[in-house]
């Protein structure tokens, strides 16, 4: 399956993005300046952590003006699997290709530690491989990422399953005390309507190999690429 | 001509800077502060004369960019 990340000026998720890809799950990944206006034959569409624009404003509100959002866009309307990790989240926020907002952390503190996630539907390109019951250990790293939405999004985000990931203890409970961020139902990822955009402030890309302590972000790529793969085999058929 | 913008945070979402700002200036010995709300101010200089054409392309502006409405609110002016 051919990835495409982004890469907008201040991205530094981009290359984690590539080698998890690229050397650890053995998929062709290839970079997408934020100035390029097609995606070219990408299956799914990474957008990457870092700063990108420098946060000016508010984390994300630049990128999305960027020419390659237009075609990140145009390819989620068409059933396109878009996952945006932590300023891509942001971004994809920003863009409004996914609702909610991300604001300063609880504490004002940066948060660069790790902490585990629930996995709160199995019904999502992101998500179908996730073993049922598993809490995913996932380092975070940002300093705004307190998921906001107002009521009536937060329901609709409920009712029809959109939350993916929530933050947990180790031992899988929804406590105050394992939310770093302050996030609303702890809530650390979601995804549309439609399913096939989905954003998150944890890095899976830094958790894809036990020498990082901890390969748990491969099952969120391993759920894409079997979406992918399903996808490719029902197209054949 | 020129804009000024002020963005503050939407009261239903907590403002931890503002409540850290209130916090130390109770500690200098100020009273009486029920609530601080930290936000942005952009100063925007405008060639042109029509103010009200300006303060509408304005508005556009600060609703779909310089501010996010779902967590904040914003005040526009425009003066000579």
């Known amino acids: 399956m051919n990835f495409a990340v982004l890469q907008f000026p201040a991205s530094n998720c981009d290359q984690d993005a590539i080698h998890a890809l690229r050397d650890v799950l053995g998929h062709p990944a290839r970079y997408v300046w934020h100035k390029e206006t097609s995606l070219g034959d990408a299956d799914a569409v990474i957008v990457p952590g870092g700063f990108s624009y420098g946060d000016y404003l508010r984390c994300g509100a630049i990128a999305r003006f960027s020419p390659v959002m237009q075609a990140v866009k145009q390819f989620a309307d068409n059933g396109g699997l878009v996952l945006g990790i932590c300023n891509g989240f942001q971004v994809l926020t920003e863009a409004g290709l996914l609702p909610g907002a991300l604001v300063r952390n609880r504490d004002l503190q940066f948060h660069c530690e790790h902490i585990f996630l629930k996995t709160a539907t199995p019904d999502s390109p992101f998500t179908n491989k996730i073993p049922e019951g598993k809490w995913l250990k996932i380092p975070i790293a940002h300093g705004e990422g307190c998921y906001f939405a107002d009521e009536e999004t937060l329901a609709e985000l409920k009712a029809n399953n959109r939350i993916l990931w929530q933050y947990c203890s180790a031992t899988g409970e929804l406590t105050e005390g394992a939310n770093p961020n302050g996030s609303l139902l702890n809530i650390a990822g979601i995804c549309n309507e439609r399913r096939n955009v989905a954003g998150l402030m944890p890095h899976p890309e830094r958790a894809c190999e036990r020498l990082l302590a901890s390969d748990d972000g491969r099952w969120i790529f391993e759920s894409m690429i079997a979406t992918l793969q399903n996808r490719t085999v029902a197209k054949a058929a | ?80």
């Open chain 2, 1 to 80: 001509m020129k804009a000024k913008i002020v963005i503050t945070p939407k009261r239903a979402v907590v403002d931890p800077q503002g409540k850290t700002v209130r916090n130390a200036l109770e500690q200098m010995g100020h009273q009486g502060i029920k609530a601080v709300h930290v936000g942005k101010y952009l100063e925007i200089e405008l060639d042109g004369a029509d103010r009200e054409t300006a303060r509408k392309a304005l508005d556009e502006a600060c609703h779909k960019f310089l501010s996010n409405p779902v967590i904040e609110d914003y005040k526009l002016e425009v003066t000579d």
